[in-house]
């Protein structure tokens, strides 16, 4: 069976930490571990893609857990497709960390949590009770925290551990309660007694904040956001990649399980709640992005733009489901999973990209890199596979699913409410901001990593990765282009999904050419992915040919273009913050309330010029720094409270007693 399999391969993990323990410090135990992991991913990858393409649902109980109800396991097709996405970035990662683990400067507070933090993201995946889910929620978010810890030292490092902690756990209290009204009076913590109690409408208005706030909060909505850019940069590359290419995803799986399966039907007004949201952050976070000059930083943020999108087509879905339009929810809820599909892909990619660079140069700052295509050319290659993908263009699997998207959007006038008739547009026009910006900002990241002269020694040393990496990081490049080429086998594999959850599924054309998708009408839009993949190598080619055919032989030299400045320093190139100056200076100082600092020495002095930006996050200024600020305020004037008599101390509990008794006589 599908679920005891799948419970098989989490035992597996964490037998593979209990041996990392005892084997971690040995000169094979990296890599002895990480394949254990491959293969234990290897195998859950089998059985989750068995039982989605088979339509098998399976199902199991233990004794543990709440007295009198046990532990609930199961696998549906939505809890499949999500099995698929975690053990196949699991495997590439865990691929990838063969190589890259050799270079781990404390491989002991790695190597015995890594197969833990696979473990409970399988279990959250497979859990069909409040109280096994909220378990293992609880154990991925402990391991990848001891992994962002890994390198406590640095002071950056344990910050950004505390304040993920801090998230983490206002999530999972969130949940907590949103779990509590689902279970309702009688406490009903299996999933399959939820199901069969659906929510009043007040009762799911306050279930859809929590769930938003909890699940919202682990992947990465705006303002709940504020920990990614902290931990991925500080965690292991791999991990990284786990954390933004999986985590992010489970939380996805978190909120459509709760809102799509147990709540019941939802108002309309729900899905565009959850769409103001997502516009909000697709655009933020790509913004963020642009205004950062670390690598990784660029990619945690691209990860808050990407979640935007998945949750705008899961906003969609609500809203059309509410009005009873099934084919249309269909087309959006396609769109939000195929579009957590290819994040997974090329997301991981990048952030082994970063990671294989990081590993040859010691560096993320953009501007001590440079020219890094001449040292390390396969990673160049994959990385700008990457950057085509996660930039929406064709024929890549990133411009598939946001263009599903887009077709989901172009049929929001049949929404009879005027709300989403003027808000689905508005978020439309968002999305394609975003994506334009994320195309900016892929340019400017792959062109100043790889591209120019080297900026450091660093750089002008660096040499290409290990081929464990480099296979890890081709492997997903092919599933990129497989993916946006043959889209129609992706889709098919979501139809029992959407089906489940929304009653309907993309239609299926008869006649249509082979490799295209039809998401409305054979009139209205089509696509065909191996058609332009075609015309772009044949395009190429015959301009290749033509010109080697047709130029002139005569050798030339000449100056090349300096852009103003004939000095060979380095130093004259375009930097990061150079290339996204238009774009800072029109929304920086609006929108994230930016600082710059231009100190240029008199003529004559001889000192150094600096030039400083500090990006400003409002989700900081206006969130949660007043909170910190009130909470230490709070503190203080309670710290009083420590040095009271017993007497006082009796009291006060006594006190506590009668108010809690009154509150339960109350609510009874």
Not at 95 to 121: C, K, T, W
Not at 190 to 211: G, Y
Not at 371 to 400: D, E, Q, Y
Request: glycine residues 8%; contains cysteine; proline residues 5%.
């Amino acid at each position: 069976m599908p679920a005891i399999f799948a419970l098989c391969c989490v035992a597996v993990f964490l037998g593979v930490s209990l041996l990392a323990v005892a084997i971690g410090r040995k000169a094979f135990g990296s890599a002895q571990v990480y394949v254990l992991c491959l293969v234990g991913s290897v195998a859950g990858l089998a059985n989750a893609l068995a039982a989605l393409l088979l339509g098998s649902t399976s199902g199991m109980s233990l004794p543990l857990g709440l007295p009198a109800i046990g532990s609930h396991f199961r696998i549906d097709a939505l809890s499949a497709f999500f099995l698929t996405v975690v053990n196949l970035g699991g495997a590439a990662a865990s691929l990838f960390a063969i190589g890259y683990g050799r270079h781990e400067s404390a491989p002991l507070r790695v190597l015995p949590y890594y197969p833990v933090y696979l473990a409970g993201m399988n279990l959250v995946v497979v859990a069909d009770d409040a109280f096994s889910f909220l378990l293992a929620w609880e154990l991925m978010s402990l391991a990848s925290w001891a992994l962002v810890l890994a390198h406590h030292r640095v002071e950056a490092n344990a910050r950004a551990g505390y304040i993920y902690l801090l998230m983490a756990s206002a999530g999972t209290l969130c949940l907590l309660l949103a779990f509590g009204i689902l279970a309702g009076p009688d406490g009903e913590y299996a999933f399959a007694m939820m199901r069969e109690h659906p929510l009043q409408p007040h009762a799911a208005a306050v279930v859809l904040v929590l769930v938003m706030l909890g699940a919202g909060s682990k992947a990465g909505l705006v303002p709940l956001h504020v920990w990614l850019p902290l931990a991925h940069p500080a965690a292991p590359s791999h991990v990284s990649a786990l954390m933004s290419g999986v985590m992010t995803k489970v939380a996805v799986y978190g909120f459509i399980r709760i809102l799509f399966d147990l709540a019941g039907d939802l108002p309309w007004w729900s899905g565009v709640a959850v769409l103001v949201v997502a516009g909000v952050t697709a655009v933020t976070g790509i913004l963020y992005a642009l205004l950062q000059q670390d690598l990784k930083r660029i990619l945690a943020y691209s990860t808050v733009e990407n979640i935007g999108v998945i949750f705008a087509g899961l906003g969609l879905a609500l809203a059309f489901q509410a009005n009873g339009i099934g084919w249309a929810a269909a087309l959006a809820l396609t769109a939000a999973l195929f579009h957590v599909l290819n994040h997974s892909l090329f997301k991981s990619l990048l952030f082994f990209g970063a990671g294989a660079v990081l590993n040859a140069t010691g560096q993320r700052d953009m501007d001590r890199l440079g020219g890094l295509i001449h040292r390390m050319p396969k990673t160049a290659f994959v990385f700008l596979v990457g950057c085509v993908a996660i930039s929406a263009l064709p024929p890549l699997n990133g411009f598939v699913s946001e263009w599903l998207m887009f077709q989901a959007i172009l049929v929001s006038p049949q929404l009879p409410q005027w709300g989403p008739k003027l808000t689905v547009p508005a978020v439309g026009a968002l999305l394609a901001l975003a994506a334009a910006f994320a195309a900016a900002c892929f340019v400017r990241a792959f062109g100043i990593t790889f591209l120019g002269r080297p900026r450091s020694e660093a750089a002008a040393g660096a040499q290409e990765a290990d081929r464990y990496s480099l296979t890890a990081m081709s492997i997903l490049a092919a599933l990129c282009l497989a993916a946006g080429v043959m889209p129609e086998f992706v889709i098919e594999g979501l139809r029992p999904v959407t089906t489940a959850l929304v009653g309907a599924a993309m239609p299926q054309v008869a006649g249509a050419p082979p490799f295209s998708i039809v998401p409305i009408a054979e009139s209205r839009s089509s696509y065909n992915g191996m058609i332009i993949l075609i015309f772009l190598v044949t395009s190429g080619t015959l301009t290749a040919m033509f010109i080697h055919r047709f130029a002139t032989r005569a050798t030339r030299r000449s100056a090349i273009w300096d852009c103003g400045y004939p000095d060979p320093s380095v130093v004259t190139q375009y930097s990061s913050s150079s290339f996204a100056m238009p774009i800072r200076r029109v929304f920086g100082t609006t929108l994230f309330h930016l600082r710059q600092t231009v100190d240029m020495p008199r003529p004559g002095e001889m000192r150094a010029g600096h030039f400083r930006i500090k990006v400003l996050d409002p989700a900081w200024r206006f969130g949660f720094g007043p909170v910190a600020r009130w909470v230490m305020h709070a503190a203080r004037r309670l710290n009083a409270l420590q040095f009271l008599t017993i007497r006082s101390y009796l009291t006060l509990t006594f006190s506590a007693l009668v108010v809690l008794l009154l509150v339960v006589a109350a609510w009874r």
